[in-house]
């Protein structure tokens, strides 16, 4: 296959996988600022979706405000954040163009037709709507595209440097995810369960609810939800597809199909291994979010070997 | 769809009975079915000077256009016979130039010409094919005549079209065609990469085919895609071929592979920077000299354009006799050339009935059409003629043929014409049918999509099957 065909189906999946992340995120979010707790604290929820200073200008540059219209007016429909789901859904399209002739009519059906509905939505009509109904039409529509590349596409190349794409992306977004909360663990010292019981329960409960593993939470632990844990079950344990565990053995599975002999296989392999050593307690001790840290940045040195071992960047 | 006497045409017939049962709401429903179709299949193009990223649909319109066997036959054999004259052509300006020395054609309109390629000069071509694709545009006139109106011998488009059009009418009207004996256009893609496998450098078995596009934001990128997907070969960019030790390589997962024939549908001027446009970041360093070297076979060749000038247009028919000792099929529309001073003069004083065109000009873009123009346009194109006589060409406005068309008013008249699709490789041959393009404005002569043109089905009826009994 061409590489730079590899390289628009890593990307196209990327883009397709970001935009449901970012609605699963935003989704959270918006529900907590719903909540009683949070009121009069929301400027503080939604500014802690902007990570970097140049994130911040950018959407400073636009709204003088951190506040639930205009981060949402920005972060799904504007066209100049190349973040927003609009940006996303556009270039996973734009991708899927470039490459749709290795990919199946259905494919193209979908994500054209999901762009085409996006690309006329405004912000009226996501009132309109209501936030969450439109946010879940989005996360949706990613299902169907995700059941389309599966239920249609020839198991060959192209599947796998699609689902490589699929994985890697969704991998970053929970450690993304997690690693947004991780300033609010304390190394040392013991936690007084009475005073962040409840604000645990909302916070992490909706964390575990937008990457749908509050059930399974509930079914393993068999109890309140405590931080230390949501962490565990969302990088440590292999049977929740958003996981990055479950992620990461998926990357390995690809890799290894497609060159079992390669530095981004042998790197797989490792950033699997830290995986299977991690014991949650050690983690917390040394400092959670520079284990996040450290495994972002081990993902995104993979991804860079992938391109180079498949020669999408020269 | 009448004949001139008034009746409706034999091949309308059957669809002439058919299309009075149909209610107009009906009609209208199928043919917004058919925008959401073409939309959805992302059958889109850009129009030039549009808003970036601009993706507009060409208006498809639901009734098709129906020609008779005994029509297509000589169409097809007319069709073949010319780009078999054009191919002829082509080997002799690049090799002895007979055709010059025996005073049919003029030296400088040949070497002078802005797509003639010297760099093509002496080079043996497998199977002497220059033009493997080409496009010959035709209009009816009367209920024997069919002129040409221009020949594409570049990188003709339009042929996704003739096959997407085809399959939206099977969609949206399977009736139809349960009981009509239309002939099928589906084997296009099969015999495109055909007749690109036959022309592969010598000694190469299995040869490796790509299509070349300019990218994704070309304005037939879609058609790109389209064929390449239905050939099943790779849809390459120029950043995807490199040259070494003068062969030519795609970059692929598995490191470089080597490519035999380029399907390409990038223009001459783009192809090699080394050679041509020094800009351009479309093409492939060092490609012509691949060519040269007989390891790559670009088809079309570079240099083609040289033949489908509107000023060689006029030579064609000279060309069919020289070449192939045969009288013409199809017949040219009667054209003055404004570089004589005869023609000049004529133009001059009747260009109220004339269509003026620049000489390279296409999609419609820079022409005057006489009866439709102001006077302030008509001054405009005197001066515009005076100024560079070489530059243009004029023909009589022609009684088109039209066509029932579904516009805002009902079912209405439109003038068409017709692109059938020419194959040169082993052998060279017609798909039966073609990219029928409809002026939708009433009384408009001009197709071109760019200009609000729309397309239509193109029906080729095939003949009578007549069994034999056996014994």
């Not at chain 1, 940006?87 to 990919?103: I, P, Q």
């Not at chain 1, 079950?233 to 890799?255: F, K, Y």
């Not at chain 2, 006139?141 to 002129?147: A, I, P």
């Not at chain 2, 070494?244 to 035999?260: I, K, L, N, Y």
Request: proline share 5%.
């Amino acid at each position: 296959m061409l590489s730079s065909t590899a390289e628009n189906l890593f990307w196209m999946a990327r883009y397709m996988e970001r935009s449901e992340n970012t609605a699963r995120l935003l989704t959270g979010l918006y529900h907590m600022s719903l909540l009683p707790a949070r009121r009069g604290a929301q400027a503080g929820l939604w500014e802690g979706l902007f990570q970097s200073e140049a994130e911040r200008n950018a959407y400073l540059a636009k709204y003088d405000a951190f506040k639930t219209d205009p981060v949402l007016t920005y972060m799904v429909l504007d066209r100049e954040n190349p973040s927003s789901i609009r940006s996303c859904v556009w270039s996973a399209r734009e991708n899927v163009r470039a490459t749709r002739h290795v990919l199946t009519t259905d494919m193209w059906e979908t994500i054209n037709s999901t762009w085409l509905d996006i690309a006329k939505t405004t912000y009226a009509d996501m009132l309109d709507m209501g936030h969450h109904e439109f946010l879940e039409w989005i996360k949706v529509r990613s299902h169907l595209f995700r059941g389309v590349a599966h239920g249609t596409m020839r198991r060959g190349e192209a599947f796998e440097f699609w689902r490589m794409g699929v994985f890697i992306e969704r991998a970053e977004n929970t450690i993304r995810l997690l690693a947004a909360r991780a300033h609010t663990f304390k190394p040392t010292g013991p936690i007084s369960r009475e005073d962040t019981a409840t604000l645990d329960y909302y916070q992490w409960g909706t964390l575990l609810r937008s990457v749908n593993a509050y059930k399974a939470y509930r079914e393993i632990y068999k109890s309140q939800i405590d931080p230390r844990r949501v962490v565990e079950l969302l990088t440590l344990n292999e049977e929740i597809p958003r996981s990055v565990m479950a992620c990461v053995e998926e990357i390995c599975e690809v890799l290894e199909g497609l060159r079992p002999r390669s530095r981004c296989f042998e790197q797989s392999r490792d950033l699997l291994n830290r995986l299977q050593s991690a014991r949650i307690d050690r983690v917390y001790r040394t400092g959670m979010a520079r284990f996040l840290e450290d495994y972002r940045a081990g993902l995104h040195d993979l991804s860079l070997q992938i391109q180079k071992d498949f020669l999408m960047i020269q | 769809m009448h004949a001139a006497n008034g009746d409706i045409r034999a091949a309308y017939r059957d669809y002439s009975a058919w299309l009075t049962d149909q209610s107009l709401e009906r009609l209208r429903q199928k043919h917004a079915q058919a925008d959401l179709l073409f939309r959805r299949l992302g059958i889109t193009f850009t129009v030039y000077g549009e808003d970036e990223g601009g993706e507009r649909l060409i208006p498809f319109d639901v009734i098709p256009r129906i020609i008779s066997h005994e029509e297509w036959s000589v169409l097809e054999r007319g069709a073949i016979q010319r780009v078999d004259a054009l191919n002829a052509f082509l080997h002799d300006i690049y090799h002895e130039q007979e055709i010059i020395r025996a005073g049919i054609v003029p030296a400088e309109l040949v070497m002078t010409n802005e797509a003639f390629q010297p760099q093509m000069l002496g080079l043996d071509l497998p199977r002497r094919v220059y033009a493997h694709v080409s496009g010959v545009d035709v209009v009816r006139v009367d209920d024997k005549t069919f002129y040409v109106l221009e020949d594409n011998v570049r990188t003709p488009s339009g042929v996704s079209y003739m096959l997407e059009n085809r399959e939206t009418m099977m969609r949206l009207f399977p009736d139809l065609f349960a009981q009509s004996v239309v002939a099928p256009v589906d084997r296009y893609a099969e015999y495109l990469l055909r007749s690109l496998q036959a022309v592969a450098p010598a000694g190469v078995d299995d040869p490796t085919v790509v299509l070349m596009t300019p990218g994704q934001y070309n304005s037939a990128y879609f058609e790109h895609a389209f064929l390449a997907m239905e050939m099943g070969i790779e849809l390459v960019e120029g950043r995807d071929l490199f040259v070494d030790s003068g062969s030519m390589f795609m970059r692929t997962t598995e490191g470089p592979r080597r490519v035999d024939v380029i399907y390409r549908r990038v223009d001459d001027g783009f192809i090699d920077p080394l050679a041509f446009n020094p800009d351009s970041a479309l093409g492939v360093p060092g490609m012509l000299s691949v060519v040269r070297s007989g390891r790559v076979t670009v088809c079309n060749a570079m240099g083609t354009g040289v033949a489908d000038d509107k000023a060689m247009y006029c030579f064609v028919p000279d060309m069919i006799r020289f070449y192939l000792g045969e009288e013409p099929v199809l017949q040219n529309v009667p054209t003055y050339s404004c570089r004589k001073p005869d023609d000049l003069k004529y133009v001059l004083d009747n260009i109220a009935d004339l269509v003026v065109k620049e000489v390279h000009g296409s999609g419609g873009y820079g022409m005057l059409v006489g009866p439709k123009a102001t006077k302030a346009e008509c001054d405009d194109f005197k001066r515009r003629l005076k100024a560079e006589p070489d530059n243009y060409i004029a023909q009589p406005t022609l009684a088109l043929s039209t066509c029932p068309t579904l516009v805002e008013e009902g079912i209405a008249p439109r003038h068409v014409d017709l692109r059938p699709y020419v194959l040169s490789g082993e052998k060279t041959r017609v798909m039966p049918g073609g990219l029928t393009r409809v002026a939708l404005k009433p009384g408009s002569l001009v197709v071109n999509s760019s200009q609000g043109g729309g397309t239509k089905d193109t029906w080729v009826l095939e003949a009578p099957v007549v069994i034999e009994e056996e014994e």
